[in-house]
């Protein structure tokens, strides 16, 4: 059971509902890891826009949405965050990535598989040692991802990795339950970002971030115990 109750849209406030409105046009739907996040509202109204970039393929970026859902895939299943494996498998298949890769990544199979080429490979283990905190120490490990990707490249995938760290860890405290696999599938959709809807989001964001900061935190707690 969800140690914190989510924030539903029919409950929220008029600012998470546009919020939420938001959510969906970057990330397909509006996930509980969201609906719970949304307790501390502005935190959440700013993270959305990096999470979303950072994970998924657009311009902006050099890295393909199939080699970022190999190291989330990866990380989240060495974390045991069944939450992100959930989804991000989903997101992986729609992205490329097929079952048997799956169970090659969420195994040390991946090391001597035929499966991947040596880029994915390389995207992985550096994912693996990240995650297990021993990428500092291993600099055969760095050197092999080196060989693949270029230092800007390799600081996306470093971004990739430590920001689902630090989501598995927030969705695994606070034992966030995982939506109906319906809900979970909308998430396919969404490989690839519309940067124009990254650049109306955050015009957005600025036109009502606010000079007086009112009671909205309040209120999205209220809002949550009524749904409680």
Same mark, same amino acid.
């Given at each position: 059971?969800?140690? @914190?109750?989510?924030?539903?849209? =029919?409950?929220?406030?008029?600012?998470?509902?546009?919020?939420?409105?938001?959510?969906? /046009?970057? @990330? /397909?739907? @509006?996930?509980? +890891?969201?609906?719970?996040?949304?307790?501390?509202?502005?935190?959440?109204?700013?993270?959305?826009?990096?999470?979303?970039?950072?994970?998924?393929?657009?311009?902006?970026?050099?890295?393909?949405?199939?080699?970022?859902?190999?190291?989330?895939?990866?990380?989240?299943?060495?974390?045991?965050?069944?939450?992100?494996?959930?989804?991000?498998? %989903?997101?992986?298949? %729609?992205?490329?990535?097929?079952?048997?890769?799956?169970?090659?990544?969420?195994? !040390?199979?991946?090391?001597?598989? !035929?499966?991947?080429?040596?880029? =994915?490979?390389?995207?992985?283990?550096?994912?693996?040692?990240?995650?297990?905190?021993?990428?500092?120490?291993?600099?055969?490990?760095? =050197?092999r991802v080196a060989a693949q990707y270029s230092e800007a490249e390799i600081v996306e995938l470093t971004l990739i990795c430590s920001m689902f760290n630090m989501i598995n860890r927030f969705n695994d405290s606070l034992k966030l339950t995982i939506e109906d696999q319906s809900e979970v599938d909308k998430i396919r959709g969404t490989v690839h970002i519309d940067?124009?809807?990254?650049?109306?989001?955050?015009?957005?964001?600025?036109?009502?971030?606010?000079?007086?900061?009112?009671?909205?935190? =309040?209120? %999205? /707690? +209220?809002? +949550?115990?009524?749904?409680?």
């Amino acid at each position: 059971m969800a140690r @914190v109750p989510v924030i539903n849209p =029919e409950n929220a406030p008029d600012e998470l509902r546009h919020f939420y409105e938001a959510v969906t /046009g970057l @990330v /397909g739907r @509006v996930p509980n +890891a969201y609906r719970t996040m949304a307790h501390a509202p502005y935190l959440a109204m700013l993270f959305l826009p990096f999470q979303a970039a950072n994970q998924r393929e657009w311009p902006g970026v050099r890295m393909s949405g199939k080699i970022k859902e190999m190291v989330i895939i990866k990380t989240s299943h060495i974390n045991g965050c069944e939450y992100c494996y959930a989804h991000n498998t %989903a997101l992986g298949e %729609a992205a490329g990535i097929s079952h048997d890769q799956v169970i090659a990544i969420s195994s !040390d199979d991946y090391l001597t598989s !035929d499966l991947f080429d040596a880029r =994915e490979r390389a995207a992985i283990e550096w994912a693996e040692h990240m995650t297990k905190n021993t990428a500092a120490s291993r600099d055969d490990v760095y =050197e092999r991802v080196a060989a693949q990707y270029s230092e800007a490249e390799i600081v996306e995938l470093t971004l990739i990795c430590s920001m689902f760290n630090m989501i598995n860890r927030f969705n695994d405290s606070l034992k966030l339950t995982i939506e109906d696999q319906s809900e979970v599938d909308k998430i396919r959709g969404t490989v690839h970002i519309d940067p124009g809807n990254i650049k109306t989001y955050l015009r957005w964001l600025a036109d009502n971030w606010p000079d007086d900061f009112d009671d909205l935190n =309040e209120r %999205a /707690g +209220a809002a +949550a115990e009524e749904a409680a």
